[in-house]
C-alpha cells in the first residue's frame, strides 16, 4: 500500500490526480522513482489511469447491490426454471445494472494496465537480448588498442603516428624467423630475448641476427622535417639509407659499412643518419621525394645510400646499386664529399651540369641501322637483358664539369696527351672558315649524294658532290647558323656503328668518310 507521502510526491512530479498516483504505485510496489518513468514512459497508460474512476474492489460493488431473492429451481445439471414471468419480483433498478456493468470494465481496464506495466517493466529491466529467465545476456567482449597520448596538434600528425604505432606492434606480433629480416625501427637490444635452448639452429639465428643488426644506436628517429630542421641547426648532412630486406647486399652494409668504426665516427660528426625498410611507412616521404616513377621497385637501384641538403632538400650525392663502394672505398668517398661541400653559409658548393634530357624517338625519321638497332634493343629487353640502375649520382655531374675546367687551366708547357689533342680540335675548329654558304649542285646520282644533318628537335637535308671535302658541311653549319646558334661550337657525328667524330676526317672526302646517303648528329658545345 503507498504512503501518503508517496502519492503526494507522485502527483507533484507528474501532475496525476490522486486516482492514478495510488494505483500506478500499487502497480510498481510503491517504488516511486519507478512508478515516475513508467507514467511518463507510457502516455496509453497515463490516458487509461486519468480517465479511470475512483477504485474500488469487486467485493464492495457486490456487497452495496441489494439481494435479489432466490426465484425458480435448479436441477442437476444447473439449469434455472422459472415457471412464469410474471412471479419474478423485479427489485433491481436501472441503476444497479449501470454500476454492474461499470465495475467489469473498470476490472478489464485493470487486467490489461496491469499486464501492459509487467511488459514495460520486462523491457526496462530485461532488454531485449533478455535471456531465459529474464536473464539480461552478458555484454560482448571488446578488444581496443592503447595508444601513446598527443603527438601533437596536428589532427594529420596525429593520426599518421597513430597508424605508424599499430604497424609496428604488428611487425612485432608476426616476427618472421629470418634472422636477416629484422624491423630498422625497432631495437630488439632494448627487449627481452629468450634464453638460449642450447640447439645449434638457435644460437646460429641469433649469431647471424647480431651480425646483421640495424645500427640502432647510430640512426637517428626523428621524422623527415624534424632530421632536417636539425640539420639546419646543428649543420650536418642527411644520411639516408634506403634498405630493401630481400636483399642481400643491403643486409650486408649493416655488418660491413655501417659497423666500421671509422665510418661511425664520421658519420656521428657529420650526419643525421637515417635508415628506412621500402615497405615503411616512414619511407613514403623520401621515396615520393627522390625517388620516382616507382624507382625503388627497380632491384638494381640497390643498395641505396644518398645524401641530403637539409637546407635545400637537394640530393647532393648518391651511390646506388652493384658494386657498392667496401669500408675503406666509402670511407674515403665521404671524406673527399666533405672536402668538395661545406654547410657553412659564406661556401659555394659545386653545381651539377644539368644533364640532357632523352630525345623523343621519331620513327619516321629513323634510317635502317637506327631500325636493327632500336629493335635488338628491345628484343634484349624482352627477354631479360641486363638492366642498369635508373638512379644517377648528381656528384658525378659536378666532378665533370670540374675536371673540365681544370683541363682548360693547366699550363701551356703540360705534356699530358689528352690536353693536346682537345686543344689541337679546338684549334681545327677554329681554322675552318665561316663565311662560305653552301650552293647545292644539281643532282646527279652517280657525283651527289644527300646528307641528312639532325639536330635536337628536327633535322636539315642538303646534296652535296661526293668529292667535297668533309671541312664543307662544317663550313655550311659555321656560315649558316641555325636560329639562336650563332658563333657556337658545334660537334659533328656520324650515326653508329662508326659513331665517329668528323673533325678527324676533315680532309677526307664525303664518299671516303663513308657519308653517302648518310645521317650525321649535330650536337652543340654549351656550358
Known sequence: MATEEDINAFVGITGANRTAAER?????????????????????????????????TTTASRSSRP??????????????????????PMVEDEADDGDEAAGVARRAQEEEDA?????????????????????????ARTTETLVAPAYGDDDDGGHAAILEQIRRRQQSRARPS?????????????TSRPASLGGSETSRASRLAELFRPPYDLMSHLSWDDARDEGKDNKKWILVNLQDMSDFNCQALNRDIWKDEAIRSLVRENFIFLQYDKNDYAAEQYITFYLP??????????????????????????????????????????????????????????VPKVKRPERAIDVDRMTEEEMLEMALQNSLDANGGPKEPNIHDPDELTKVKEEKGKEQAEPAGSTSAEPEASSAQESAFARIPSDRPHVEPPADPKTTTRLQVRYPPGRIIRRFRLDEPVSRIYEW???????GKEGVEFELKSMPPQGANLIDHLDETIEEAGLANAVVMLEFIED
Open 477 to 483: 653549319l659555321k656560315a649558316e647558323p641555325l636560329p
Open 67 to 88: 439481494s435479489r431473492p432466490q426465484i425458480g429451481r435448479e436441477d442437476a445439471q444447473g439449469v434455472i426454471h422459472i415457471d412464469s414471468d410474471d412471479d419474478v
Open 178 to 190: 629470418n634472422p636477416f629480416a629484422q624491423s630498422v625501427w625497432e631495437d630488439s637490444s632494448r
Open 115 to 139: 499486464a501492459m506495466a509487467q511488459r514495460l517493466q520486462e523491457e526496462l529491466y530485461s532488454g531485449q537480448n533478455a535471456g531465459e529467465g529474464g536473464v539480461r545476456a552478458p555484454i
Open 24 to 56: 500506478i504505485l500499487d502497480l510498481c510496489s510503491s517504488d516511486l522513482e519507478q512508478a515516475v518513468q513508467l507514467w511518463f514512459a507510457d502516455e496509453d497508460l497515463q490516458q487509461s489511469l486519468s480517465n479511470a474512476g475512483p477504485s474500488t
Open 293 to 350: 616513377n616507382e624507382a625503388h621497385q627497380n632491384p638494381n637501384n640497390y643498395p641505396h645510400v644518398s645524401i641530403i641538403d637539409p637546407r635545400t632538400g637537394e640530393q647532393v650525392k648518391v651511390f646506388s646499386g652493384t658494386p657498392f663502394p667496401n669500408a675503406l672505398e666509402f670511407h674515403a668517398q665521404l671524406v673527399e664529399f666533405l672536402d668538395r661541400y661545406s654547410l657553412s653559409a659564406n661556401s659555394k658548393n659545386p
